[in-house]
């Protein structure tokens, strides 16, 4: 019976991609935010003889394959909702219930409902407990000094706990080839290597015909209806566990002690240990680890068979090393969740790392203190046909990744960088060349910071998620990120307070490039952006991409392509609701409301500025609105007026 | 026998040998021609030109039409598009299963008929490619057919107008401007009314393209109930700079509606002729932003 449930649960939620519907004109009223920006839009889009109708991309403009999400769809259908619903995202992951800021993100990768819930609390009843009562009663020598508000409880929470992690990995879905290929051959066509930019034409033609084999030979195999039962299961025990250990860190209480390297409690066949209060040092692989305090070093492999993982430290500073690919709070082919409870600490991963779920789910939760994350490619908040979450909840951090990371979402995968507070630095790039000079010239991939990656054409991209709440941070990138995404993908940035510097070279700060959907929203601050092109609302190729800034005096600086632009049938979105703001571009021909006219016809580009007394250094003027230059210009305009006096309090967070 | 056997195995082998030479040279000049990388970017266009130059290499770049990367696909069109030559392989494979091929074969006879004026060579093909499920393949193929022209391509085009996708909307009212019949121009100016901006726009470029021609049309449209197909006819006739637009212009400079004002006023200022000018300094306007924007426009 409950097999026949679980295969019922599994068709629903395999189930493939809904049909598109027409756009309710409801729909509409949803996403101005305030009345004063709705009547800033009605006069441009009136003026530029345009409809709210006439925003919607084609989800199936490209053949819809196995991994496009239905989220996405809707989303591409009715672009105008990305802002507020990336705010409505940001606000529920955003609160204190610790399920709550997860369950949304295994919604969007199809791995949970109401139903999974019940299902996985039906299995803490019927196995976990009675398989926690046997492991306790075996383990007659735990401790009984664990500093506890209730020993007693404490110890049946640790126990049950323990029973939550599988004895197994999750691989059933593949056969021993199938796995060696996804695992050993398939991450050649994400990870990059620093000597391709020595390579001939021709070496580098032969590594992109070899990754475009590996990406055929993959997709029969991540097909959603043939994975789906593994991937369920990784959820079902990711948030089995995570919730026991959510239960067993509410008995514990803070300590600290003098003596290292204290072991208080060991089981070496399951990999589970307790360390003392004192500073302690970690290696290996272990399956479960509490630590009670004190400045500890962890270096840490990868699971030998991918199945679950738990890290909890109560305080200390603490030093956290990956000591390679696909360890230190990554769920590969299965879960790892690491949880830090005080303290300045350093996180330093390789690939796949810090908050990674590919094929799986990882989770790293840092709960205070100024930290540091240093990662290479797929990490800080990354994920992929699974999902990855990076949490800060306090401090002023220092995030620095290389690619793919601080909210990236790849195929199937949701990826969230969540930063509660303090003034913060992210940085992303720096190591591997782009190779096409894109730009103009060669620069560094980023594709981080609220950005979305899919594999063209075979493979629709994921949700990349960069939610920062408060504090004055400062954002890094160059190539793709800052609310950025490639290929069917969404990726965003919502910064809530604080006045924050943006600083990227392309495809950046609300971009969505072919097919794709970009959006950075800034609520409140006095801020600063900066990039050169393709970026500050800005679509490219049927993409779609918003800058929305809701308060605060701004500067905004750009050489080309930029401050509402659209490229190639897509469309670019600026907004600035309020304050008084400057506006600085070198190109006047794409820029602040242009849109070129691409495939016989045309892209929008939509420039609003609702608000205060602005300067302009290119088309726009205060309080004028302008129509962009022809003949590259076609469909683009810009206003700026005063709609009504925008209040930031009325402005939505 | 033998010997017989052996030359024949001898002549056949050399004649491998060729075939497999002239592909590995195909292959090596694409490669550098769509590579896109910003180091070897000197050698595109020398790369694209030897092509070119090589009617030998039809056969193998139309292999490639199957091609999905985006950047090599753009390539090929660019490539073949400019070698009338490839004209019969890339109608055969215009009718292709393969919806890439389809899409990619359309385009491309779009970029020929641009060095080919005469004939309606590919117009068969076109005309059974645009019966293709698939949207863009469906599209491409009735844009190209708005350029090849020939039996049966206006009716094919009126259809697709009414298609239920945009994007075959959009590429049909494109299409229709390089037809340029003008039983099609109430096609054209209906279109004005389409719930998708690129059709809209695509049909009034598609207008400026008959010349005078379209005036009569765009005249009445003027006076439409719609108020988008009002705006978009006076947007049309500023772009056109049609002196005898002024008149009924002026008609639309009167109306209630500030958005009619607003496209009469930029029409006006487009045509620039004295009566435009007279017309517009003598006009007044009480919302700011319409007050400034008709000051910029009276100044230019």
Same mark, same amino acid.
Do not use: C
């Given at each position: 019976m409950r097999k026949a449930r679980l295969t019922i649960l599994t068709l629903l939620l395999a189930f493939p991609t809904s049909a598109f519907s027409q756009t309710p004109d409801s729909i509409y009223s949803k996403w101005l935010l305030t009345p004063e920006i709705k009547k800033g839009f009605d006069f441009a889009l009136s003026a530029a003889k345009l409809t709210y109708q006439d925003f919607t991309l084609r989800p199936d403009y490209w053949e819809v394959d196995s991994a496009r999400m239905n989220e996405i769809n809707q989303l591409i259908t009715y672009p105008l909702t990305l802002p507020t619903t990336s705010i409505e995202i940001a606000e529920q992951v955003g609160g204190q219930n610790a399920f709550n800021n997860f369950t949304p993100f295994l919604n969007n990768t199809g791995l949970y409902d109401m139903f999974l819930l019940q299902s996985s609390e039906f299995m803490v009843y019927q196995y976990i407990r009675p398989k926690a009562e046997q492991l306790m009663s075996r383990s007659r020598s735990f401790p009984s000094n664990i500093p506890s508000k209730d020993p007693i409880l404490f110890k049946r929470s640790f126990f049950t706990l323990l029973a939550t992690l599988p004895e197994e990995g999750f691989v059933a879905a593949y056969t021993k080839k199938e796995m060696d290929f996804i695992q050993n051959k398939f991450p050649r066509t994400i990870l990059e290597d620093t000597v391709e930019e020595k390579l001939s034409v021709d070496e580098l033609d032969s590594i992109q015909k070899l990754e475009e084999k590996l990406t055929r030979k993959f997709v029969p195999l991540v097909n959603a209806s043939r994975d789906h039962i593994m991937n369920v299961n990784i959820a079902l025990s990711f948030l089995r566990s995570f919730r026991e250990a959510s239960n067993l860190m509410g008995t514990l209480v803070p300590s600290s002690g003098k003596v290292a390297n204290e072991i208080l409690w060991e089981d070496k066949k399951r990999r589970a240990i307790i360390g003392g209060p004192g500073p302690n040092h970690y290696k290996g692989d272990y399956a479960l680890i509490i630590d009670l305090g004190g400045d500890d070093t962890y270096e840490l492999t990868k699971r030998p068979d991918f199945s679950g993982q738990i890290i909890i430290d109560l305080g200390g500073n603490d030093k956290y090393f990956a000591l390679e690919d696909y360890a230190l709070a990554c769920g590969y082919f299965g879960y790892s969740v690491l949880i830090d409870v005080a303290g300045d600490d350093l996180y330093q991963g390789k690939n796949f790392s810090l908050g990674c779920g590919f094929f799986g789910c990882g989770l790293l939760w840092d709960q205070a203190g100024n930290d540091t994350y240093i990662g290479d490619t797929f990490t800080e908040g990354a994920g992929g046909f699974g999902i990855g979450i990076l949490k800060d909840d306090g401090g002023n951090d220092r995030y620095q990744a290389a690619l793919y990371g601080q909210g990236f979402g790849f195929v199937r995968g949701v990826g969230a960088l969540l930063d509660a507070n303090g003034n913060d630095n992210y940085f992303a790039g720096g190591?591997? *060349?782009?190779?096409? +000079?894109? %730009? +103009?010239e060669i620069r560094y991939q980023s594709m981080s910071q609220g950005c979305a990656y899919g594999l063209r054409p075979y493979l629709s991209g994921g949700m990349g998620f960069l939610f920062d709440y408060d504090g004055d941070d400062q954002y890094s990138v160059d190539m793709f990120g800052q609310g950025s995404s490639y290929w069917w993908g969404l990726g965003a940035l919502v910064d809530f307070k604080g006045n924050d510097r943006y600083i990227a070279q392309q495809y950046a700060q609300g971009a969505g490039v072919h097919m794709s959907l970009g959006v950075l929203v800034d609520s409140s601050g006095n801020d600063f952006y900066l990039s050169k092109g393709v970026s500050q609302g800005s679509g490219h190729d049927f993409g779609a991409g918003m800058l929305f800034d809701l308060s605060g005096n701004d500067n905004y600086v750009a050489e080309? +392509?930029? #401050?509402a632009y659209g490229s190639a049938n897509g469309y670019g979105i600026f907004l600035d609701a309020a304050g008084n703001d400057g506006y600085y571009v070198k190109n006047r021909s794409n820029t602040q409301g242009a849109g070129n006219p691409r495939r016989e016809y045309g892209s929008i580009g939509l420039f609003l500025d609702c608000a205060g007394t602005d300067h302009y250094d290119g088309n726009g003027r205060d309080n004028r609105f302008w129509r962009a230059i022809a003949p590259n210009n076609m469909w683009g305009v810009g206003v700026d007026g005063n709609f009504g006096a925008a209040d930031s309090a009325q402005v939505k967070k | 026998m033998i010997r017989f056997l052996l030359a024949l195995f001898l002549l056949t082998s050399s004649a491998l040998a060729q075939t497999d030479t002239l592909r590995v040279k195909v292959d090596s000049l694409f490669i550098r021609a769509s590579s896109g990388l910003l180091k070897y970017r000197a050698l595109e266009e020398p790369s694209k030109k030897a092509l070119r130059e090589m009617p030998t290499a039809i056969p193998y770049l139309v292999e490639?039409? %199957?091609? #999905?990367d985006a950047r090599e696909r753009r390539e090929l069109i660019n490539i073949l598009g400019k070698m009338p030559d490839a004209i019969m392989p890339v109608c055969s494979a215009a009718?292709?299963?393969n919806k890439d091929i389809v899409k990619t074969a359309c385009e491309i006879l779009s970029a020929i008929r641009d060095t080919i *004026?005469? +004939?309606? %060579? %590919?117009t068969p093909y076109l005309l059974k490619a645009r019966m293709h499920p698939e949207l863009q393949a469906r599209g491409y193929a009735v844009f190209a057919l708005g350029k090849w022209g020939g039996g049966g391509a206006k009716e094919a085009l009126q259809e697709a107008l009414a298609d239920s996708v945009n994007f075959v909307r959009v590429e049909a009212a494109a299409g229709l401007g390089y037809l340029k019949v003008t039983a099609t121009l109430p096609n054209l100016i209906q279109a004005f009314a389409d719930d998708y901006y690129g059709v809209r726009f695509a049909a009034a470029n598609s207008l400026i393209k008959f010349n005078n021609i379209s005036l009569p049309y765009l005249y009445k449209a003027l006076e439409s109930e719609n108020p988008m197909v009002r705006q978009l006819a006076a947007e049309t006739l500023g772009k056109m700079r049609a002196p005898e637009a002024v008149a009924p212009l002026s008609r639309l400079l009167k109306s209630q509606l500030w958005t009619d004002r607003l496209a009469a006023m930029e029409a006006l200022a487009e045509i620039d002729t004295p009566t435009a000018r007279q017309l517009l300094s003598s006009h007044s306007e009480e919302e700011p932003l319409l007050k400034t924007r008709l000051e910029e426009l009276t100044k230019k």
């Open positions: 190591k591997y *060349k782009e190779l096409l +000079g894109l %730009a +103009g080309s +392509g930029s #401050q | 490639k039409l %199957a091609i #999905q009718l292709s299963p *004026k005469d +004939g309606h %060579a %590919a």
